[in-house]
T-cell receptor
Framework: SQTIHQWPATLVQPVGSPLSLECTVE??????LYWYRQAAGRGLQLLFY??????ISSEVPQNLSASRPQDRQFILSSKKLLLSDSGFYLC???????????FGPGTRLLVL | AQSVTQLDSQVPVFEEAPVELRCNYS??????LFWYVQYPNQGLQLLLK??????LVKGINGFEAEFNKSQTSFHLRKPSVHISDTAEYFC???????????FGAGTRLAVHP
C-alpha cells in the first residue's frame, strides 16, 4: 500500500533563516505531488504541484520554491523565511488521471 | 473561475444528534467533489467523493453526501454524531481535466456530550 511521509513534523525557525521541508511517497511510481499551505483558521492553498521529476508548477508568487530531485521526493524550500510563512504545510499525492489526492501528516512551521 | 463556499465556519452539535455541513461550489466545467476530515495536528483524510453515477455517496465513519447539480451543492450529513467526530471538515472540488483541488475554508464541527 502507498504511504506518504513528511519531515519534520514541527519546526520553529527565525525570520531570515532557510527552510527545507521534505515529502516522500512509498508504494507507487510517478505520482503527481502537491504542496499546500494551511494558515491558521483558513482553508488550504495550493503552492506547487509536480507531474514528474524536475517538473514544477507554481500556483502563487511567494517566498518559497519547490524541487523534485527524485520520482517520489518533493522538497519545499526557502532562502529566507518571513513571518507570513508560518503555517501548516501539507504534501499530497495522486496517480495519473486519478481524481483523488491523499495527504501526508503535515509539517507545522512557526517563524519567529 | 472555480470556487468553493462552506457556509458555516463552526457547527456545534450535541452527541447523537444529526448534522449537516453545507458546501456550495461554482464552476463553468464539470467537477469531481470531495469531503476531507482533519483531526487536530494531523493531515487530511478522505471521507468520501463523488465522481459520477449515484448522487448519494456514502463514506467512512457513517457520513454521506448528496450531489445536487442544479443547486451546485454537496452537503455532508451524518444521522447521529459522536464525540470522536469533532474535527475540521473540508469540501473540495476538482475541475474536470485539471490536477488541482480547490478547497473551501473549512467547517469546524464540535460535538458536545
Amino acid at each position: 500500500s502507498q504511504t506518504i511521509h513528511q519531515w519534520p513534523a514541527t519546526l520553529v525557525q527565525p525570520v531570515g533563516s532557510p527552510l527545507s521541508l521534505e515529502c516522500t511517497v512509498e508504494g507507487t511510481s510517478n505520482p503527481n505531488l502537491y504542496w499546500y499551505r494551511q494558515a491558521a483558521g483558513r482553508g488550504l492553498q495550493l503552492l506547487f504541484y509536480s507531474v514528474g521529476i524536475g517538473q514544477i508548477s507554481s500556483e502563487v508568487p511567494q517566498n518559497l520554491s519547490a524541487s523534485r530531485p527524485q520520482d517520489r521526493q518533493f522538497i519545499l524550500s526557502s532562502k529566507k523565511l518571513l513571518l507570513s510563512d508560518s503555517g501548516f504545510y501539507l504534501c499530497a499525492w495522486s496517480v495519473g488521471s486519478s481524481e483523488t489526492q491523499y495527504f501526508g501528516p503535515g509539517t507545522r512551521l512557526l517563524v519567529l | 473561475a472555480q470556487s468553493v463556499t462552506q457556509l458555516d465556519s463552526q457547527v456545534p452539535v450535541f452527541e447523537e444528534a444529526p448534522v449537516e455541513l453545507r458546501c456550495n461550489y461554482s464552476s463553468s466545467v464539470s467537477v469531481y467533489l470531495f469531503w476531507y476530515v482533519q483531526y487536530p495536528n494531523q493531515g487530511l483524510q478522505l471521507l468520501l467523493k463523488y465522481l459520477s453515477g449515484s448522487t448519494l455517496v456514502k463514506g467512512i465513519n457513517g457520513f454521506e453526501a448528496e450531489f445536487n447539480k442544479s443547486q451546485t451543492s454537496f452537503h455532508l450529513r451524518k444521522p447521529s454524531v459522536h464525540i470522536s467526530d469533532t474535527a475540521e471538515y473540508f469540501c473540495a472540488v476538482r475541475p474536470g481535466g485539471y490536477n488541482k483541488l480547490i478547497f473551501g475554508a473549512g467547517t469546524r464541527l464540535a460535538v458536545h456530550p
